[in-house]
């Protein structure tokens, strides 16, 4: 009898340790296998899904970027990232800023991509990721009307040249010892060599053009050119493939159906894009 109860007891007490045991220990996460994990969306992945483009641009530097006479952002550089977006089947928001501040803008992800001329250089390649060009632009030289000293970009050692500091251009006035003079846009330089506030500006021969067409009276000219074209194109933030891909698909369809010379004979007479 005694070892009946025993064994009775014995029984009764491992049930309860593993009927404890089962009952108290913490449930086990359902964690899953890293495949079943969502990704981090790409930025082409977002730009969809919020269904909107954001695009930095000066919208001061005509005839790329600017305002109308009713207020409204166009120009060149505008008309094709509008174009772009509407292939992606997304739209264009533009943010404006000043050029030193654009780059930026860019870094701390205010915008998607830039949309400004910029030039594709080696020390922006490392940092940045570039779309295609579509615009081959060339350097020019502007004085003041009375300039009779300054005939190449080689006379520029000494003198003042406005320029936007971070910009391909300042780096080709440092290149010839000229002291750089800072501004927020293509206008103010202008403003400035007018008022012999500076002596020099480097700027896109088409901007220049354009704004002598506008202005014909300002008091500026054209002294030298420089006949090595500098591609221009969209710059995104380094790991941007998926959304430069797209881009680059939307500009070559944009080229080979003639899209993009049309855009470039609206504001040039000419096609810009080679």
Partial sequence: MKKVVFSALLSCLLLGIVGCSSSTSPSQPNIAAPSEQAATPNLLEKVKSEKKLVIGTEGTYSPFTFHDPSGKLTGYDVDVA?????????EPAFQETQWDAMFAGLDSKRFDVIA??????PDRQEKYDFSKPYTISRAVLVTHKDNT??????DMKGLKAGQSMTSNYADLARSNE?????VDSFNQAIDLIAQKR?????NDNLSV???????PDTPIKVVAKNEKGQPTAFMYRKGSTELVDAMNKA?????QDGTLKTISQKWF??????
């Avoid at 000293?149 to 080689?154: C, I, L, N, Q, R």
């Avoid at 000229?178 to 800072?182: D, N, P, S, T, Y």
């Avoid at 500076?198 to 480097?202: N, T």
């Fill in 82 to 90: 509008t174009e772009v977006a509407k292939r992606l089947g997304v």
């Fill in 116 to 121: 400004n001329q910029v030039g594709i250089r």
């Fill in 149 to 154: 000293t300054v005939k190449d970009f080689k």
């Fill in 178 to 182: 000229a002291e750089i003079v800072g």
């Fill in 198 to 202: 500076v002596d020099v500006v480097i």
């Fill in 209 to 215: 053009l354009d704004f002598l067409k506008a202005k």
């Fill in 251 to 255: 500009l070559d369809e944009m080229q």
């Fill in 269 to 274: 007479g000419e096609d810009i894009t080679k």
